[in-house]
């Protein structure tokens, strides 16, 4: 799997090392101290948890990260079978698709399935990480992954996720402003369309008065000094903020590096970054020809679609889960395919009305890939035990007749 640019720009922690260790005749035997925190940090890095929507709850649903990391099992749904699987190797981390917990717990009946599983979760000292719409939107996402096996390129997100973003504003003296903003460049520098490394910089006369017991890198203590300074400004993306001021004050010369931060009224457009996605075929084919291609990777249950048959098609797009909604964003990106799931009859005459064509597989279908994608994720991050749980099957059965 291609995990793309922005996987080069991730640091592997101080503490995620191989460690050369005697073996007497043997091979060397190569030991890691890795815990769970440190995989679910490298994944909220990757997949950033304020992609996620306002009323999903991606993250920890039985948080254990100060636990040695044992093994990791995927898996779309917490189910018997992932916890099974996890019990059977040993394994204490979950990653699933659909969070287990979407509302407060009031109680928890351990009578019921959800009970059961969450005690012997609880029993086996087994961690659980949900990534839900921060997945959907990120690079990683499934509708990505789709787009991908069927060799659609220049792949966009449908619906741009909107970045908060601030202007960070830093005093430098002078001869020091260009280390400050080649570490701002690297930590806090948004793309602005297709434009990146965006600052101003702005001169003038900077004043301040050392006090008893500081250590000024200009100046005299307990004496005004007034030096030449400028003021640089660029964006920052609210993530990281904390990440880009901390080194910026590694290389800052000034032993208080004066700097503001100012939240912005609008949020800026993420051109990577978002829910569904689209983008070309090469060369046009048939709506027949893009059926029987998507029957041949995918396999899935069922296939419905709305439309012409012997329709062109250039630009697809694809929402996995329910994604029918956006067929107005489909259409406005000037798509001529939307495949997603769950489509009613609405929707599907509201698409017949507009030129559009729809095809329809099952949620499960659309959303089965997010196992392998996590473990190509984390295959090409760790040197770690990454089980996929292939177990879970489509939720409906296709009725062919005389069965029972």
Request: charged content about 25%; some cysteine; hydrophobic content about 35%.
């Amino acid at each position: 799997m291609d995990l793309g640019p922005i996987a080069q720009l991730v640091e592997r922690p101080a503490h995620n090392r191989l460690v050369p260790g005697s073996n007497p005749g043997g091979p060397t035997i190569l030991k890691m101290s890795l815990f769970i925190k440190d995989v679910v940090g490298k994944l909220e890095y990757l997949i950033p948890f304020d992609l996620q929507e306002d009323w999903d709850n991606s993250g920890y649903q039985i948080k254990l990260a100060d636990a040695p990391l044992l093994g990791i099992v995927t898996s779309l749904d917490l189910t018997d079978k992932s916890v099974d699987l996890a019990v059977g190797k040993g394994f204490n981390l979950i990653l699933i698709h659909h969070p287990l917990f979407f509302h407060p717990l009031s109680s928890v009946d351990l009578d019921s399935n959800d009970g059961k599983l969450t005690g012997l979760l609880i029993k086996n000292k087994i961690c659980v990480y949900a990534m839900h719409t921060n997945f959907d939107s990120s690079v990683y996402s499934m509708s990505r992954y789709i787009l991908n096996k069927l060799e659609i390129k220049e792949i966009l997100p449908l619906i741009p996720h909107k970045r908060k973003l601030y202007k960070l504003s830093v005093f430098i003296p002078k001869g020091y402003v260009r280390v400050v903003r080649d570490v701002l460049f690297k930590y806090g520098n948004p793309k602005i369309g297709n434009y990146e490394n965006c600052s101003f910089e702005t001169k003038g006369k900077g004043s301040f008065k050392p006090l008893e017991g500081s250590n000024p890198f200009i100046g005299e203590s307990l004496k005004t000094t007034f030096t030449d300074e400028s003021k640089l400004e660029l964006l920052i993306e609210e993530r990281f903020i904390k990440k880009a001021i901390d080194e910026m004050k590694k290389v800052h010369p000034y032993e208080e590096a004066a700097f503001d931060l100012y939240p912005l009224y609008d949020f800026g457009g993420n051109n990577t970054h978002g829910i569904g996605a689209f983008g070309d075929f090469e060369s046009k084919i048939t709506l027949s020809n893009l059926l029987d291609k998507i029957q041949g990777l995918f396999s899935p249950i069922f296939i419905n679609y709305c439309g012409n048959l012997n329709k062109n098609i250039k630009k697809v797009a694809v929402v996995s889960g329910s994604g029918f909604s956006y067929i107005d964003n489909a259409v406005k990106s000037g798509c001529d395919v939307l495949i997603s799931s769950e489509l009613t009859q609405s929707k599907a005459i509201k698409a017949n009305k507009s030129g559009i064509c729809l095809i329809e597989m099952s949620h499960f279908d659309t959303e089965k890939h997010f196992t392998v994608i996590t473990k190509d994720i984390l295959s090409e991050e760790f040197n770690i035990s990454v089980i996929e749980n292939t177990n879970e099957n489509n939720p409906f059965f296709k009725y062919k007749g005389g069965e029972l």
